[in-house]
């Protein structure tokens, strides 16, 4: 798997241009832009979301607790936070407690450890 230490030297560019480019947020001549997208698309590399979570503190999930997933209003609950998370690039984790205090417990602990 492609590091973007790779993607830098195959377009020769320092990562922090990589960085810029992937997530246009920073004026890029377009020669150096497309170097750089190409370097990607040759070298088929996809970001390391753990690192780059680890890096920012911040994660793209949500955590969801529900009492009873078998319960008509949990289940339309979850899955309309799973289609506007997914439209906001989010993955959504949900943690089912059966009722169960304890459980609620763990998985609340779980997730803010995340």
């Known amino acids: 798997m492609a590091s973007i230490k790779?993607?830098?030297?195959?377009?020769?560019v320092s990562t922090a241009t990589v960085?810029?480019?992937l997530a246009n947020?920073?004026?890029?001549?377009?020669?150096?832009r497309e170097r750089v997208l190409k370097a990607v698309a040759d070298l088929n590399y996809r970001p390391n979301l753990i690192a780059r979570s680890l890096r920012v503190q911040k994660s793209a999930k949500i955590g969801l607790v529900v009492?009873?997933?078998r319960n008509p209003f949990f289940t339309a609950i979850g899955r309309a936070v799973e289609d506007v998370a997914h439209e906001q690039g989010?993955?959504?984790?949900?943690?089912n407690t059966d009722e169960d205090p304890d459980k609620e417990e763990l998985y609340l602990r779980l997730l803010y450890d995340e």
């Open 67 to 69: 009492s009873d997933i």
């Open 25 to 32: 947020n920073a004026p890029i001549k377009p020669e150096t």
């Open 6 to 12: 790779d993607v830098a030297k195959a377009a020769g």
């Open 90 to 95: 989010y993955s959504v984790l949900m943690c």
């Open 19 to 21: 960085s810029r480019v």
